[in-house]
């Protein structure tokens, strides 16, 4: 396993590139008719060099120009009840794409083909997650906006942990991201990797989010519920609910959700894939009382609430078929 550069030595590398200034100027747009979104093809190979020098250096010089051009783009998570809680836009999960167009599924495919090892893929999605909202900070103070801070989503799984010198450098890195990122638990994880998820919790203050609990290993849940701000109910999940609720389950699907969110400690649960004219959606905003947990919902396919919706675009404006927002920070008004 490689060893990344230390924190000192990368940021003498990078000297004043990461600045929000400075990435402005160096962020490049996809050009149509590809999703405009913003990538950082400087940047990400030199971070992923400084990170995991090894695993760079064995690319080929089509598989590591592939990474330049890895981007994020987001869906946006809203508050949905009880009645009294604020409508809101609370944050956005971020996920990897391509300045291509290509989603999650299909750069991995194309990953396979270059022979690019997956906790490269993980790393230059962190790192352009990173940038992006060091961009859009520097948008918003541009604008004025008053508004609450947001939290933004990334997926840890084994291809992070079994780099947790990589992790904790790029963290040192983006030191915002103790106050601004939640990270999400894969369900896919096993109980060995619970002391370093809460070393790098506790030491660096990372923000924890149990993602697909209805898959997760009994024992991983238990052990990271004191630090989880957050429970995400997956899409897949949200699909029984509304099934469910089709079937006139809805009083018993709020009793059980109550329990959970009682038994579970968290002051917030998420359903993702939640659709804005969802029968469920409107249920739950309606039948929702317990004032100590606050439902958000998280949506593919809709702006997010103002003022973020002029900082966030649909990307099926741009390419019919493909879901989520990008960001619109480099594109002229």
Not at 263 to 270: C, G, K, L, Y
Not at 284 to 313: I, K
Request: glycine share 4%.
């Amino acid at each position: 396993m490689a060893m990344p550069a230390d924190l000192e030595t990368l940021q003498i590398r990078l000297g004043e590139a990461l600045t929000p200034e400075a990435l402005l100027r160096q962020a490049a747009v996809a050009a149509p008719p590809n999703i405009p979104v913003p990538c950082f093809p400087e940047l990400i190979p030199t971070l992923l060099e400084g990170l995991l020098e090894h695993e760079w250096n064995q690319l080929g010089a089509r598989a590591q120009n592939y990474l330049r051009w890895i981007s994020v783009k987001a869906e946006s998570i809203d508050v949905l009840a009880p009645k009294h809680a604020s409508p809101t836009t609370r944050g956005f999960e971020l996920l990897a794409i391509h300045s291509t167009g290509d989603s999650f599924g299909k750069i991995l495919e194309k990953c396979r083909e270059l022979e690019i090892p997956s906790v490269l893929i993980r790393f230059s999605t962190l790192i352009s997650a990173f940038l992006t909202v060091r961009l859009l900070k520097q948008q918003i103070e541009q604008y004025g906006d008053a508004t609450p801070s947001l939290l933004f989503t990334q997926n840890v799984d084994a291809d992070y942990l079994n780099y947790p010198r990589a992790l904790r450098t790029a963290l040192e890195l983006f030191p915002e991201s103790q106050s601004t990122f939640c990270f999400e638990i894969n369900e896919a994880l096993t109980e060995d990797y619970l002391s370093t998820l809460r070393a790098l919790s506790e030491d660096l203050h990372i923000r924890l989010v149990l993602d697909d609990t209805n898959q997760m290993d009994d024992t991983v849940h238990q052990e990271l519920m004191d630090l989880a701000e957050w429970i995400k109910i997956d899409f897949q999940a949200t699909q029984v609910l509304e099934q469910r609720l089709r079937e006139d389950e809805g009083a018993q699907i709020v009793w059980q959700l109550a329990q959970y969110a009682h038994a579970s400690r968290s002051p917030v649960i998420v359903f993702e894939g939640l659709g804005e004219h969802s029968p469920l959606k409107t249920y739950l905003a309606e039948a929702w009382s317990d004032p100590e947990t606050v439902l958000y919902y998280q949506s593919r396919e809709r702006v997010p609430l103002p003022p973020w919706d002029r900082h966030f675009g649909l990307i099926q404006d741009h390419t019919p078929g493909e879901y989520g927002l990008f960001f619109k920070g480099l594109i002229a008004d």
